[in-house]
């Protein structure tokens, strides 16, 4: 079955600088992957999203690739601040060819950005 | 900003007591879905709903579990006997389209005793 695995626990840098978190998964290539924030007991937020044919997308300060070769997605935050301290979560919907979503998330990375 | 809400923020039951959890998602979302996060662990997938019934559900959502929209505004999860293990933070979320992104709300925290 599709398993998600995101890359160390916690992340501490420097303000100012880049973050890069990592999203792999185990089994087929979804159509489409998503990065969500999620704040302490708060819901998950969207992010961004990239399909299987994208290899980069960018939103602002944030940058997301895609590598169906690798089975990889890394997410970046560039001019990382201390306001985008969070959990970040990668996520995959299982649900090919349903009406609806099903997404399997991953366990998050826990991103300190200090002052 | 059109936002997802719920209600109870937090719910403290006993075990065996019926709980109803309680959602409003976006007006003119049409897709309502329902997760779960046990603290410190995976935000877990439970069902989804669309036009009044069920389109999917993992294998969490057993008969003890069960989803309505009384009218239409609210989307409802009843678990009908608790279990300590269904403590957890319950999330609903809406869509606006097929396959599109989910909004979530800010969830309530479920404590059974």
């Known amino acids: 079955s599709q398993k998600i695995e995101q890359n160390s626990e916690a992340l501490n840098i420097q303000e100012g600088k880049t973050a890069t978190l990592t999203c792999n998964y185990t089994?087929?290539?979804?159509?489409?992957l998503q990065w969500y924030r999620q704040d302490p007991g708060r819901g998950p937020v969207f992010l961004l999203l990239?399909?299987?044919?994208?290899k980069e997308k960018r939103k602002e300060r944030l940058k997301v690739t895609f590598d169906t070769t690798l089975k990889q997605s890394l997410f970046h935050i560039t001019a990382s601040q201390p306001a985008d301290s969070a959990t970040y979560l990668c996520?995959?919907?299982?649900?090919?060819?349903?009406?609806?979503?099903?997404?399997?998330f991953g366990t998050g990375t826990l991103l300190a950005v200090q002052p | 900003e059109p936002e997802v809400t719920q209600t109870p923020s937090h719910q403290v039951t006993q075990m065996g007591q019926e709980v109803i959890l309680r959602c409003v998602p976006i007006?003119?979302?049409?897709?309502f879905y329902w997760y779960r996060q046990i603290l410190g662990q995976k935000v877990e997938f439970l069902v989804s709903?669309?036009?009044?019934?069920?389109?999917?559900k993992s294998e969490i959502f057993d008969d003890q579990f069960s989803v309505e929209r009384p009218d239409g505004s609210n989307f409802t999860l009843k678990i009908r006997s608790t279990k300590l293990e269904d403590s957890a933070m319950y999330f609903c979320?809406?869509?606006?389209?097929?396959?599109?992104?989910?909004?979530f709300g800010p969830g309530t925290r479920l404590t059974v005793l």
């Open positions: 709903f669309y036009n009044n019934e069920i389109s999917e």
């Open positions: 979320a809406s869509s606006e389209r097929s396959k599109g992104t989910p909004f």
């Open positions: 996520a995959l919907d299982l649900n090919y060819g349903g009406a609806t979503n099903k997404l399997i």
């Open positions: 007006s003119n979302h049409l897709y």
């Open positions: 990239i399909r299987e044919n994208e």
């Open positions: 089994n087929y290539s979804p159509a489409y």
